[in-house]
C-alpha cells in the first residue's frame, strides 16, 4: 500500500460515495485508476465494507453502554452468542479482570436491562458491569 492509497482510504472513509473521478481528481489519478485501486483494496480486505453513518440517537438508539462481561470460562469460541443479540455493535475477547467488552446501543434504560438478561443467558458468562456513555465528544475511523 503506498500513499496515493492510504489517501484513497483516507477520502473514502469522509465520503464513501465519491465517484471514481472525484477521488482520482483528488490524488492526481484517472477514474479508471482509482477504481482499479479501490478494486484491489476491496480484494485484499483493506476495504471490508461501505456502509452508512447513522446517527443513533435519530433512529431511537440513544443510550450507549460498554459492557465487561466477566466468565467461568474462555469465551474466546462464543462469539456468535453475542452476535446474535442485535442490541450488540461489538465484541472483542479481552485481558484482565473481565473476559469480553461489548458496545450496546438501546432505546431506554430498560433495554439495556434486557441486554444484560440476556447476556447472562451465554453458557460461561459469570457476571456483567456497564458503563453507561452519558455523552460522546467524537469517534473516529482507524488512520489509513
Known amino acids: 500500500m503506498d500513499g496515493i492509497d492510504r489517501q484513497l482510504l483516507a477520502l473514502l472513509q469522509e465520503d464513501a460515495s465519491r465517484s471514481y473521478a472525484a477521488l482520482g481528481e483528488a490524488v492526481g489519478l484517472s477514474a479508471g485508476a482509482t477504481h482499479e485501486r479501490v478494486r484491489k483494496l476491496r480484494e485484499r480486505g483493506v476495504i471490508r465494507r461501505t456502509s452508512v453513518e447513522v446517527d443513533p440517537a435519530a433512529v ?11 466468565s467461568s470460562r474462555w469465551m474466546g469460541e462464543s462469539g456468535d452468542a453475542f ?28 433495554q439495556l436491562q434486557d441486554v444484560l438478561r440476556r447476556l447472562y443467558a451465554i453458557p460461561g458468562v459469570s457476571g456483567t458491569r ?15
Open 60 to 70: 431511537g438508539r440513544g443510550v450507549l453502554a460498554f459492557v465487561t462481561v466477566t
Open 83 to 110: 452476535a446474535a443479540i442485535p442490541e450488540i455493535l461489538e465484541a472483542h475477547v479481552i485481558a484482565g479482570s473481565a473476559s469480553v467488552l461489548v458496545k450496546v446501543r438501546t432505546t431506554t434504560t430498560e
Open 130 to 144: 456497564a458503563t453507561v456513555a452519558l455523552e460522546t465528544f467524537f469517534e473516529r475511523p482507524v488512520a489509513p
